[in-house]
Nanobody, 125 residues
Framework: QVQLVESGGGLVQAGGSLRLSCAAS?????MGWFRQAPGKEREFVAL????????DYADSVKGRFTISKDYAKNTVYLQMNSLKPEDTAVYYC?????????????????????WGQGTQVTVSS
């Protein structure tokens, strides 16, 4: 069983930065962030793989967001810079404990079974 606890959301002006944290208990392997804006479907943001720590991002956040993981703390972070109003959403942490290398496509289509409670990010213009 995996439990995920997120923190770090808030209100920020456009161009500002925020860092989200997701502390995990239990075994995790591939971890990622998704977001859901009001009236829109959930969308993939970023992932980090347990094997080697390779990362991938949605095109909309590439160059602005960075995902990282502290393996000792079993915590994943999402550093968000140059925030835009369109980044406003509830951000969810996700974990897939299966010890397999996931393509980005397969992960976005079938994320892990474990989700955090969500943290609100609001970017004002």
């Amino acid at each position: 069983q995996v439990q995920l606890v997120e923190s770090g959301g808030g209100l920020v002006q456009a161009g500002g930065s925020l860092r989200l944290s997701c502390a995990a208990s239990g075994r995790t392997y591939t971890m990622g962030w998704f977001r859901q804006a009001p009236g829109k479907e959930r969308e993939f943001v970023a992932l980090i793989r347990g094997s080697g720590g390779s990362t991938d991002y949605a095109d909309s956040v590439k160059g602005r967001f960075t995902i990282s993981k502290d393996y000792a703390k079993n915590t994943v972070y999402l550093q968000m810079n140059s925030l835009k109003p369109e980044d406003t959403a509830v951000y969810y942490c996700n974990a897939d404990p299966s010890m397999r290398w996931r393509t980005t496509y397969s992960y976005t289509q079938s994320p892990g079974d474990y989700w955090g409670q969500g943290t609100q990010v609001t970017v004002s213009s």
